[in-house]
Nanobody
Framework: QVQLVESGGGLVQAGGSLRLSCAAS????????VGWYRQAPGKQRDAVAT???????NYADSVKGRFTISRDNAKNTVYLQMNSLKPEDTAVYYC??????????????WGQGTQVTVSS
């Protein structure tokens, strides 16, 4: 069973920075994609940033230019560097990994989430 463990959340003032980490129990090379999602109270869980196995990245429009997703293959870890944080970035941030079998069956794995709170 794949395990994803997030860390790095916390309380920060608007304009500040945080770096989230997602440590996987297996090589991140096996995943089709690894990404970060967030869920604010009373809202749906939305994609924030994704890194595909080939290295390309995708970002939600709301975080483009402020957040950067990256990976350290040797450490099986994916990071989310968050700069210029805004109060609307406050949410629980979840790491997600998608594994795909040769027959195309996909499996989604989720971490337990880490709270990010941005004060105004």
């Amino acid at each position: 069973q794949v395990q994803l463990v997030e860390s790095g959340g916390g309380l920060v003032q608007a304009g500040g920075s945080l770096r989230l980490s997602c440590a996987a129990s297996e090589s991140i090379f096996k995943f089709k994609a690894v990404g970060w999602y967030r869920q604010a109270p009373g809202k749906q869980r939305d994609a924030v940033a994704t890194i595909i196995s080939g290295g390309s990245t995708n970002y939600a429009d709301s975080v483009k230019g402020r957040f950067t997703i990256s990976r350290d293959n040797a450490k099986n870890t994916v990071y989310l560097q968050m700069n210029s944080l805004k109060p609307e970035d406050t949410a629980v941030y979840y790491c997600n990994a998608i594994a795909s079998t040769p027959l195309g069956v996909e499996f989604n794995y989720w971490g337990q989430g880490t709270q990010v709170t941005v004060s105004s």
